[in-house]
């Protein structure tokens, strides 16, 4: 059975491979100077466009910070899931329906997705509501897929609610379960 990272590096393979074979190279999405990333393609800029495609990073992300600042270790399946690569949105299909994976983009969105997780963190315990960590998102407005921190599984929940339908036990099985959305 995979761990989380070789079911990452299967699946960011398999969408790499797709838009190289149907969409003639890589995705474009709008160049932001002042939020620049390790997964632009240099020379790629093209009328206010860039090209990019999600990096592995060279040192892994820590969240011993938040971790600390929450007293709760987060599941070393979200933590190795949010760490390996910088990205942008990886739009993706379930037996559900259609998902998007969020990944950082850069430095300064992984301390910004942090916030983020200390936010949701946050709410979920003043709902008295046990702990998940969002990493994707679904069709459906205020849905997303989270996993339970305690047990590593993945559930579908709507913000601010209990999650209410469980997709799988882990991330890896979870992650080996996606296709490349049709672009």
Known sequence: ??????????????????????????PMLEQDSQWPSPCEIKGSEKDGQVCWQPVKRETLGDFSNIEEALELTLHEDIKTFYTQ???????LTHEKGPLTLLLPWSEDDFANLQQNIIAHVM?????KQQVTIFFGLTDQEDQQISMLNESGEIWLEYV?????????DS?????????????
Not at 160 to 168: C, D, F, Q, S, V
């Open 123 to 127: 709410m979920k315990r003043k709902l």
């Open 160 to 168: 601010g609610k209990k999650p209410h339908l469980k997709l799988a």
């Open 171 to 183: 991330m890896a099985t979870f992650l080996g379960m996606l296709k490349v959305a049709d672009t």
């Open 1 to 26: 059975m995979q761990n989380t990272e070789q079911a990452l590096d299967q699946l960011i393979n398999q969408w790499l491979a797709h838009y190289q074979q149907h969409c003639d190279g890589f």
């Open 85 to 91: 690569y910088w990205g942008s949105d990886l739009d």
